[in-house]
């Protein structure tokens, strides 16, 4: 008897903590855009909270889009939700630096955590972005050059 009972809490404990996953489940959006150049001036990346991404790339806005899936490693996948975490900490405003100012392009991110929606257009400067952000959009932009068509 002793042993079904703990088998019972066994099972229940792993049915919990499927639903504690899904209250963190994410999907990240980036999308960087540069003014001046010739090839793959509008990139967007998008992740989920799972590890899943894709990747689309097109010469300019409303042209077409080369573009390619993968899967996160396990450790890009661990700093990812660390970084999503980071980011969460504090509001974020709608604006961040001088975004496509002097032809430096424009980064635009977006989070959607359940009834949590975020979104904001960075400065691809690093020194003009806020820390809550600056580890993401250096992250997610990694990938997205890593993992091009």
């Given at each position: 008897?002793?042993?079904?009972?703990?088998?019972?809490?066994v099972?229940?404990m792993?049915?919990?903590?499927g639903?504690?996953?899904?209250?963190?489940?994410f999907v990240?959006?980036?999308e960087?855009?540069?003014?001046?150049c010739?090839?793959?001036?509008?990139?967007?990346l998008?992740?989920?909270?799972?590890?899943?991404?894709?990747?689309?790339?097109?010469?300019?806005?409303g042209?077409p889009?080369?573009?390619?899936?993968?899967?996160?490693?396990?450790?890009?996948?661990a700093?990812?939700?660390?970084?999503?975490?980071?980011?969460?900490?504090?509001?974020?405003?709608?604006?961040?630096?001088?975004?496509?100012?002097?032809?430096?392009?424009?980064?635009?991110?977006?989070?959607?955590?359940?009834?949590?929606?975020?979104?904001?257009?960075?400065?691809?400067?690093?020194?003009?972005?806020?820390?809550?952000?600056?580890?993401l959009?250096?992250?997610?932009?990694a990938?997205?050059?890593?993992n091009k068509?």
């Amino acid at each position: 008897m002793r042993i079904q009972a703990v088998l019972l809490a066994v099972l229940l404990m792993a049915c919990g903590g499927g639903d504690a996953l899904n209250e963190d489940a994410f999907v990240v959006r980036f999308e960087a855009s540069y003014g001046e150049c010739e090839t793959g001036c509008v990139s967007r990346l998008e992740v989920s909270s799972e590890g899943e991404a894709r990747v689309a790339v097109a010469d300019g806005p409303g042209l077409p889009e080369r573009t390619r899936s993968f899967s996160l490693t396990r450790a890009e996948r661990a700093g990812l939700l660390e970084d999503v975490r980071l980011s969460r900490t504090e509001p974020w405003e709608e604006r961040y630096g001088c975004p496509d100012c002097a032809d430096q392009g424009t980064f635009i991110l977006g989070l959607s955590a359940g009834a949590d929606e975020r979104g904001s257009t960075v400065d691809p400067m690093p020194h003009r972005q806020p820390a809550h952000l600056t580890p993401l959009l250096a992250r997610l932009e990694a990938l997205l050059i890593a993992n091009k068509p």
